[in-house]
């Protein structure tokens, strides 16, 4: 992720331009193309991502009770074709497709979110937990089906898991008959983290992409004078 001055992008209705990357829509799939120098050990990160949605959604949620942010599910349910050359990667699977966007920083509203996302045989399930600074906390479940319909479900009982290498506390939602478990900690920063995680949803055992954010850290001196060690700031 390399933060780009205004000179550097562009975009039209189906191409998006930053840098030396794009990402570009044909009516069929979402094409990323990758050209980008990655961090902290500077190394050549090059390759196509693809994404061949089965349905699009149109309706974004509110994150909070004011309405000030908003997550929009573009495609739940995708098929997702990568094909790096540097690393070399290979891989076709199931995948998602989303945004947020809002009207104020993520750090003034919130001080911390837990999102998940789950592949079952009856479509994508995600849930999404906020907690406001104004404690108006909010609990969204929901499930989209191959179609892009989607149906509001009772939020699963919610687990305390182990905090990660740097301290981020992580929670995550499953049944109650089968414990959620970290199988695998992916990304762990200061502020974030990303986990693949293990765990029983409406009767069907699944894997699980979780992320934490806490944005009590992400506001401190310290985290925000590291981030261009992480996320390089680039003129062109």
């Not at 699963?156 to 939602?173: D, E, H, S």
Request: proline share 7%; with cysteine; net charge positive.
């Amino acid at each position: 992720m390399t933060e780009r001055s205004r000179n550097a992008i562009s975009r039209n209705r189906d191409t998006f331009v930053i840098g030396p990357s794009c990402i570009d829509w044909n009516g069929e799939a979402l094409t990323f193309r990758i050209n980008e120098v990655a961090t902290p050990f500077p190394h050549r990160l090059q390759g196509v991502v693809r994404v061949y949605p089965s349905a699009l959604t149109s309706k974004a949620f509110a994150l909070d009770a004011a309405g000030r942010h908003r997550w929009h599910p573009i495609a739940p349910c995708s098929r997702v074709q990568i094909n790096f050359q540097q690393p070399a990667m290979r891989w076709l699977g199931e995948g998602y497709f989303d945004m947020n966007n809002g009207d104020a920083p993520l750090e003034r509203d919130f001080r911390s979110w837990e999102w998940s996302r789950a592949d079952t045989h009856k479509g994508t399930i995600v849930s999404y937990d906020t907690i406001a600074r104004d404690q108006n906390n909010s609990a969204l479940a929901m499930r989209f089906d191959r179609t892009g319909t989607a149906e509001h479900l009772d939020p699963r009982p919610r687990t305390k898991l182990r905090a990660t290498g740097w301290r981020i506390a992580r929670t995550a939602r499953g049944d109650p008959q089968q414990p959620v478990t970290v199988t695998r900690t992916l990304e762990d920063a200061p502020f974030y983290a990303r986990s693949q995680l293990s765990a029983k949803l409406f009767g069907e055992t699944a894997d699980i992409m979780h992320e934490s954010l806490s944005l009590d850290r992400f506001r401190m001196p310290i985290v925000q004078a590291m981030l261009p060690f992480r996320m390089p700031r680039r003129s062109f």
